[in-house]
């Protein structure tokens, strides 16, 4: 069988889509320390802005302690205005030229969803990673693009950008996409709303 050389750290962690608990905050905490995750996503759609850098502030300590990359989902004014390390951009939020501008030489992903076009138009514009997905459903996101690991693949002789797949990723089928190419994996839901595992014991089954 082929050895997965996977990268150590190969988790991208995305934020559950409400953080009220301060119970977030450890297990923020204790998840980093297990040295699997390279970037977390701070994703929160719904709360006001003032709120956003309330909490952005805090797991901003967390991230830099545990040395990874804090990015913000959507919000290139709030990434810069939080020092984070990045933005993520999906398809109708700021153009990345226009980020750019604004966030300089930081981290600006890009979502690609299932698309070559997409994926090739991100490289021109020198996206830092490239996100593909969904891989599976999922029931944090709505999923209107299916992905297979073919794209991965295709994505993979086109580019050395790193590769990002999302979709409903847990400890029962990630290992198909890190063989496959996929650099990171972005994970949430299997991680935050997991009903039979904590927070860090779900993190200590993907290895």
């Not at 797949?165 to 290992?175: D, E, H, Q, V, W």
Request: charged share 30%; hydrophobic share 40%.
């Amino acid at each position: 069988m082929r050895k997965n050389k996977h990268n150590k750290r190969f988790i991208y962690l995305i934020s559950p889509n409400k953080i009220n608990n301060k119970n977030f905050y450890k297990s923020l905490d204790e998840i980093l320390k297990t040295e699997k995750v390279s970037f977390f996503q701070l994703r929160l759609k719904s709360e006001k802005l003032k709120k956003k850098i309330l909490i952005g502030k805090k797991i901003k300590k967390i991230c830099k302690k545990n040395k990874v990359k804090f990015i913000i989902n959507d919000n290139p004014f709030l990434a810069k205005k939080l020092n984070a390390d990045g933005c993520h951009l999906g398809q109708k939020d700021m153009n990345i030229l226009k980020a750019r501008k604004i966030l300089k030489n930081k981290i600006i992903g890009i979502t690609c969803h299932n698309s070559i076009n997409l994926v090739k138009v991100a490289i021109k514009n020198n996206a830092n990673y490239l996100a593909l997905g969904s891989f599976f459903s999922s029931k944090t996101k709505k999923t209107k693009y299916k992905a297979n690991v073919k794209i991965l693949n295709l994505v993979k002789n086109l580019t050395n950008t790193p590769i990002v797949a999302i979709g409903g990723i847990k400890n029962s089928n990630y290992k198909k996409l890190l063989l496959n190419n996929a650099n990171f994996l972005a994970i949430s839901g299997y991680i935050w709303n997991n009903k039979k595992l904590s927070p860090k014991e779900a993190m200590e089954k993907l290895i």
